[in-house]
Every structure is written in C-alpha cells, then in structure tokens.
Antibody
Framework: EVQLVESGGGLVQPGRSLRLSCTGF????????FSWVRQAPGKGLQWVGF??????????EYAASVRGRFTISRDDSRNIAYLDMNSLKIEDTAIYFC???????????????????WGQGTLVTVSS | SYELTQPPSVSVSPGQTASITCSGD??????ASWYQQRPGQSPVLVIS???KRPSGIPDRFSGSKSGNTATLTISGTQPMDEADYYC?????????FGGGTKLTVL
C-alpha cells in the first residue's frame, strides 16, 4: 500500500525556519516526483513546489510566493523528501501535504505529472 | 499568471447528476485532474488526464473536456460525495489548482 507520512510541523515564530519531511512507503521512491501543497485554514489548495525524479535529474520548481525562501530536496536512499522553509511569514500558516507524482509523456504536450497520492498533512503555524 | 476558474458551489439532490466545471486559457492544450477533499481529510485523486479514473474510484465519477473547459460529472450522486472538489493543471513547470467547488448533496 502506498503511504506518505509527513512530519516536522509545529509552531514557529515569524522569520524563523522549519524543515518538513515526507517519508514514502510501499513503492519505489526514486521513480517518482514529489510535490508540496499547502492549505491555509478554510482555504483552497496552493502548490508550493516539487522535486523531479532521478530521471529528470531531481531538479526543482517553486511557486513564486515561496521561491528564494523554500527549498525542496530528496534523499532517495532514505525514501524522504524535504521542504526547508526559511524566513517564515504569518501567511505561510497552513497544512502542508506531500504528494507523489507519476511522471509521464504526451507527444502533444510533453512531460507531465499525475499527482496521485497524498499524505495526511502536517500543520505549520507561524505566529509570535 | 495562469488561473483555473471553478464555481464556488454546486448543489444536487441525491441520485441526480452533478457537474462541476473548470475553465482556463490553454486548458485545451494540457491534461486536467480532479481531486475530492472531504472535510478534515486529505485530497484524493478522482480523475486524471482529463478522463481517466484511478483504481478504487467509483464509476459514477467521470471527466470530460471541451475546448478550454474541463468537467467533472458525478452520476447518481450519493450523500458521501459531499465534499470540496479541485481541478488541477499545469503551466510551464508550475502546478495550478482551481479555487475549489463545494458540492452539497441535499
């Protein structure tokens, strides 16, 4: 059974840093991309960024709102993806979900990813 | 920036058909996915690549696309289908979500 388990959330002051982890179980971890998606209280889903699989050289992409403050990485030997968050702001308060992405190719539109499995999420609260 | 537009809410009677739309420029040139999120739970993929239903998703869920509008259709809607639904696509290398639609079954 595919399982993604996030950890590392908690209460942090504005301007401080936090690292989230996402551990994968039940599948070949390095075959997949991993995305972080957040959801502020009572709001919709907001993509944060993703790290591609080894096939795509594990490169990363980020939403404009977090680029330069957040870093996504992965350790395939331990089946873990990370989200390092720096210079946290109050508006970063949200549940952060880890999502597995199956990478595929379409002759019309190129490479795309199917975000097919979500973790249970971990809550990050930024407050003084 | 690229946006996907969904209606904020849709209501349907039990047993009837619910349709939720998702519109966006250039959506006709990329795949759309749909996610169901019940209260207090993580999202679940219900439709990928415009029309494909993952294993374990009931066949009352279906997806379609015409031009730049994707549609999620739930036939024979059940009370357990009451949830928020989000469409998703991509633009260059970024992932985009629609604002979400609250489906009420009453």
């Amino acid at each position: 059974e595919v399982q993604l388990v996030e950890s590392g959330g908690g209460l942090v002051q504005p301007g401080r840093s936090l690292r989230l982890s996402c551990t994968g179980f039940g599948f070949t971890f390095d075959d997949y991309a991993f995305s972080w998606v957040r959801q502020a209280p009572g709001k919709g889903l907001q993509w944060v960024g993703f790290v591609k699989s080894k096939t795509y050289i594990r490169t990363t992409e980020y939403a404009a709102s977090v680029r330069g403050r957040f870093t996504i990485s992965r350790d395939d030997s331990r089946n873990i993806a990370y989200l390092d968050m720096n210079s946290l702001k109050i508006e970063d308060t949200a549940i952060y979900f880890c999502v597995r992405g199956e990478e595929s190719y379409d002759y019309r539109w190129g490479t795309y990813r199917i975000w097919d499995s979500w973790g249970q999420g971990t809550l990050v609260t930024v407050s003084s | 920036s690229y946006e996907l537009t969904q209606p904020p809410s849709v209501s349907v009677s039990p047993g009837q058909t619910a349709s939720i739309t998702c519109s966006g420029d250039k959506l006709g040139t990329k795949f759309a996915s749909w996610y169901q999120q019940r209260p207090g739970q993580s999202p679940v993929l219900v439709i990928s690549q415009d029309t494909k239903r993952p294993s374990g998703i009931p066949d009352r869920f279906s997806g379609s696309k015409s031009g730049n509008t994707a549609t999620l259709t739930i036939s024979g809607t059940q009370p357990m289908d009451e949830a928020d639904y989000y469409c998703q696509a991509w633009d260059t290398s970024t992932v985009i979500f629609g604002g979400g639609t609250k489906l009420t079954v009453l």
